[in-house]
């Protein structure tokens, strides 16, 4: 329980640092977005189809695994929510201020879940399912601050809304730590159900925002995410 607490906090630290990065208007590197969701795109998608997907039971508990990639599609369809590769991507976004904020916050809850569910299993699977979180985290929080920015909304409500989207990941990576623990079926289903959210949130929200910046660095980026999500199961790390 203590690593999920620290890996918690970090996550929320994170997206906070993230959104307040652009909302101080100091300047982000667009390689260093690349690098972000691109090594993410890729150790997400090995963390769902080396760890959570195979440690699930996956012939019994499949119909979770499409409810995690389907519900996420239907979000992510009608919220327009997910992290940016260009500084400027916020200006060109399609959705309103609190419907992007809903959709990045119901995300960052089922991150914090999945995270839970990942210390639940082993320290490793948390460990993995936590590092491509912080990852993540940073380029969401900047591209919510950015949103909301570019609604209208004045500084000190993009803080209070970034704050309450950091707080979050810690919720949902407590609540699952002590109540998925109750029942292996459960954890089971909740490693499904993770696999098929990581799976869509790789394929396609992060994959193809990087992949739309038509830069060859963006290939080592997602390579070296698979690798890193596939290395401890092939050295055995437990």
């Avoid at 101080?24 to 390689?31: I, M, T, Y």
């Avoid at 979000?75 to 959705?95: P, V, Y």
């Avoid at 949902?172 to 959210?197: E, M, P």
Wanted: net charge positive; hydrophobic share 50%; with cysteine.
């Amino acid at each position: 329980m203590y690593s999920l607490l620290v890996a918690s906090v970090l996550a929320m630290v994170s997206a906070l640092l993230g959104g307040l990065t652009n909302i101080w208007g100091l300047s982000v590197h667009r390689e260093a977005l690349r690098f972000s969701n691109g090594f993410s795109a890729g150790l997400l998608i090995s963390i769902s189809l080396v760890h959570l997907l195979p440690e699930s039971s996956l012939e019994i508990n499949y119909p979770y695994a499409l409810i995690g990639f389907s519900l996420f599609y239907m979000i992510e369809g009608i919220t327009r929510s997910g992290a940016c590769t260009e500084q400027g991507c916020d200006k060109k976004h399609t959705s309103g201020g609190l419907v992007a904020w809903s959709g990045m916050s119901f995300h960052a809850l089922v991150d914090g879940i999945a995270m839970g569910v990942g210390f639940t299993a082993s320290e490793r699977l948390g460990f993995l399912i936590a590092l491509a979180i912080l990852i993540h985290k940073a380029p969401i929080g900047f591209s919510l601050s950015g949103i909301l920015s570019s609604r209208g909304y004045k500084r000190a409500q993009v803080v209070r809304l970034l704050v309450l989207f950091s707080m979050l990941t810690p919720l949902g990576a407590i609540l699952s730590g002590y109540f998925i623990s109750i029942n292996i079926s459960v954890l089971k289903a909740a490693l499904a159900f993770s696999g098929g959210t990581f799976l869509h949130i790789s394929i396609s929200e992060l994959l193809p925002q990087v992949h739309n910046q038509r830069s060859r660095s963006v290939v080592v980026y997602v390579i070296a995410g698979m690798v890193a999500g596939v290395l401890p199961r092939v050295i055995g790390i437990e």
